[in-house]
């Protein structure tokens, strides 16, 4: 009984988070299990859409009838989304992109020694501003802002920023919302205006952000 109103729709997810790697035994990593976007994957694939999962190290089990793309890194990330983008009509970025690797990848494990170890970084390219500024009218972008103060003007500065369509805004300092929760407390912001949703599992909001999806498509396919 589950729609299949996606049906023809090419969507490609990121989820999760990177590991980037210090030496051969090492790495710098954040708390995203992946729940979010696993999750918008499985309902997208139910209503009857064709999902690319690009996804970091994460426990889940990539849901069934998805392609999923394993990564670690952010770089691998944006090459396996730069890869596929042209072929979708619609991509949602819930990773939680790494925005910094380390500058060396040392070849052999680090030695311990006196005094403080100082490991310098470099910024990680920003996929979805990347996808965003090549996007064609067609194509549907939806960002995610994790955000623990000003979420709202931070969530549409984003949008704006990025050229995306969507953004899904997310207060991650409330209890039940954000890294490792089943459920979560997101507001849709796009350019007609910002719809919270109430507490909700992260099916049901990836439900919501893709009806949301669907309506943008209409709209701008215009009258
Ligand atoms: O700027 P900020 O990291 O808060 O933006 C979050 C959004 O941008 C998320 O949708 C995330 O997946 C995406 N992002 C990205 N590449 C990065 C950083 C964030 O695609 N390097």
């Known amino acids: 009984e589950q729609p299949q109103d996606l049906t023809g729709l090419r969507l490609l997810i990121t989820a999760g988070r990177n590991n980037e790697p210090i030496d051969p035994v090492r790495f710098v990593t954040n708390r995203s299990t992946g729940k979010m976007g696993y999750a918008l994957a499985e309902a997208a694939v139910k209503r009857g859409a064709q999902v690319t999962l690009v996804t970091g190290p994460s426990e889940l089990a990539p849901p069934a009838g998805v392609t999923a793309i394993k990564v670690q890194t952010g770089l691998e990330m944006h090459d396996a989304v730069m890869a596929h983008v042209a072929a979708q009509d619609v991509i949602i970025g819930a990773a939680a992109v790494a925005d910094y690797r380390p500058k060396l990848r040392h070849e052999q494990k680090l030695k311990k020694k006196d005094g403080p170890l100082v490991i310098e970084f470099e910024r990680n ?26 979420v709202l003007e931070n969530a549409r500065g984003k949008l704006e920023r990025k050229h995306a369509d969507l953004f899904v805004a997310n207060d991650v300092s409330q209890t039940g919302a954000g890294f490792g929760t089943d459920t979560n407390i997101v507001t849709l912001v796009d ?5 919270p949703l109430p507490l909700l599992s992260k099916r049901e909001v990836a439900d919501k952000i893709l009806d949301r999806v669907l309506e943008l498509r209409t709209r701008e396919a215009g009258p």
């Open 125 to 150: 390219p920003d996929i979805l501003l990347e996808v965003g500024k090549q996007k064609r009218a067609d194509q549907v972008l939806v960002g995610f802002a994790a955000e623990t103060e000003q």
């Open 191 to 195: 350019r007609a205006g910002d719809t």
